[in-house]
């Protein structure tokens, strides 16, 4: 059985008339289409049942604590006392840490296999690039407890001696003048998790660049390089601003996973329940990382506690995967020369 469709065409010129035309949807257009759709129901059923479910849970929590669950720093749920105030701001420092990091490097690597990578090896470095986002985050966080802690200590050392007047930068108790400072005021802090989180959200932001970048118009590119532009300025002039809706949501996209991270950033900071701004003292948080940390020892109480916290995370993470595929949609990948 086939499906017949029918679209009128409405014409503006005067005295033309609509001309009908019919198409024809055969059995396998038909399962696919509803195979699509299908599978789209599901996803967004899924993600309704999960909100619905963090909601149900930490709806006892959000009611005892009111307002002050978002404005409230401490974290004390057994006492009346407890907010995520602390453990949001923290989140969104390593999250914003780890894009700094991450999107120069991204971009760099992305522009590098798409422009300037020999054929013969382009394939490789995508499958490397690729591979690097299946690493379990486990590994990441070790790697950066056992390697990376010690050896960045002495970078925010410097960091903080010559650019301690910026706020960000200033560790409070740290005397660059002296020579006998303890260097572990660095340890465990949110500069460290965000270099790690960093590794880990660079690799598909990479892939989503790499992948806006190929689809640059070749005609476009053609016309660059005949009117004289070098290699660089073909790339700055055409496939940047044809990428720029991939570069930007790529980023943001990355955003997403950076605040969502959790083992890697369980493993490296010092869980405080302070606004920390000072992103090289020791010291941070996260709400990921604050669910890992209570769940197992939580009370009943705590534990709706915690799925309100994981509640606002699951809404802050589904609003910027949003407007990151909103940008991508609108972006001009996808299209193509004559």
């Known amino acids: 059985m086939s499906n017949e469709q029918t679209e009128v065409i409405h014409l503006d010129a005067p005295g033309d008339k609509p001309r009908v035309l019919s198409s024809v949807i055969d059995r396998p257009d038909a399962a696919f289409r509803w195979v699509a759709r299908g599978s789209g129901t599901i996803v967004l059923t899924i993600m309704l049942l999960v909100g619905l479910f963090l909601l149900y849970q930490g709806y006892r929590a959000l009611e005892v604590a009111g307002p002050n669950f978002i404005t409230e720093q401490a974290w004390n749920p057994n006492s009346g006392t407890f907010g995520i105030a602390a453990v949001l701001a923290g989140t969104f420092f390593i999250a914003l840490t780890a894009i700094f990091f991450a999107v120069p490097l991204a971009l760099g690597t992305a522009l590098y296999i798409s422009e300037y990578a020999p054929a013969k090896i382009k394939g ?198 949003f407007v990151a595929s909103t940008i991508i949609a609108r972006s001009r990948s996808g299209s193509q020369s004559d």
């Open 124 to 321: 490789a470095l995508v499958s490397i690039v690729d591979l690097m986002a299946a690493v379990p985050s486990v590994v990441y966080g070790l790697w950066g407890v056992f390697f990376l802690s010690p050896n960045i200590l002495p970078v925010s050392q410097w960091i903080t001696t010559y650019l301690g007047w910026i706020p960000i930068f200033a560790v409070e108790g740290f005397d660059p003048s002296d020579p006998l400072a303890s260097p572990t005021v660095f340890a465990a802090s949110t500069f460290i998790a965000g270099i790690v989180v960093a590794l880990m959200v660079a690799p598909i932001t990479s892939s989503i660049m790499r992948e806006v970048f190929t689809q640059a118009p070749i005609g476009e590119r053609e016309g660059a390089l005949a009117l004289g532009a070098t290699k660089w300025g073909m790339i700055s002039s055409v496939v940047l601003p044809f990428g720029r809706g991939g570069i930007i949501g790529g980023t943001m996209l990355g955003l997403g996973r950076a605040l969502g991270e959790t083992i890697a950033v369980f493993l490296i900071i010092s869980p405080v329940f302070v606004i920390q701004p000072r992103i090289l003292e020791k010291g941070a948080n996260s709400i990921s990382a604050l669910i890992a940390l209570r769940y197992n020892e939580a009370s009943v109480f705590e534990i709706s506690a915690l799925m309100a916290a994981g509640l606002a995370l699951f809404v802050i993470t589904l609003i910027v995967n």
